[in-house]
């Protein structure tokens, strides 16, 4: 099992920034991509990002290309996703989840966080 706790959710005005957290344990090894979802009231879930632990390596979606960047602790198994430039419509909450292999659909995600919500005000 995988236990996976985000954090850093709030609310922020348009063009500002947060940096949400999500800490794993458990058997992290089993799990070695990690990825963020948003989830927003009437809109399908939506991939966001990814990040593969061991190599580094990331995708994002077109939409926040540029705006938001992924990345892994150095000691821990926490991924961070730093989101600048923030617009109303990243309006969501943001979930983040693990698995061996990690779809943009969300196939392949063993493990989901409970979620936390980022507000963007305009």
């Known amino acids: 099992q995988v236990q996976l706790v985000e954090s850093g959710g709030g609310l922020v005005q348009a063009g500002g920034s947060l940096r949400l957290s999500c800490a794993a344990s458990?058997?992290?090894?089993?799990?070695?991509?990690m990825a963020w979802f948003r989830h927003s009231p009437g809109k399908e879930r939506e991939f966001v990002a990814l990040i593969r632990r061991t190599s580094g390596s990331t995708f994002y979606v077109d939409s926040v290309k540029g705006r938001f960047t992924i990345s892994r602790g150095n000691a821990d198994n926490t991924i961070y996703l730093q989101m600048n430039s923030l617009k109303p419509e990243d309006t969501a909450v943001y979930y983040c989840?693990?698995?061996?292999?990690?779809?943009?659909?969300?196939?392949?995600?063993?493990?989901w966080g409970k979620g936390t919500l980022v507000t963007v005000s305009s």
């Open positions: 989840a693990a698995g061996r292999v990690v779809t943009a659909l969300g196939d392949g995600v063993d493990y």
């Open positions: 458990g058997r992290t090894f089993s799990s070695p991509v």
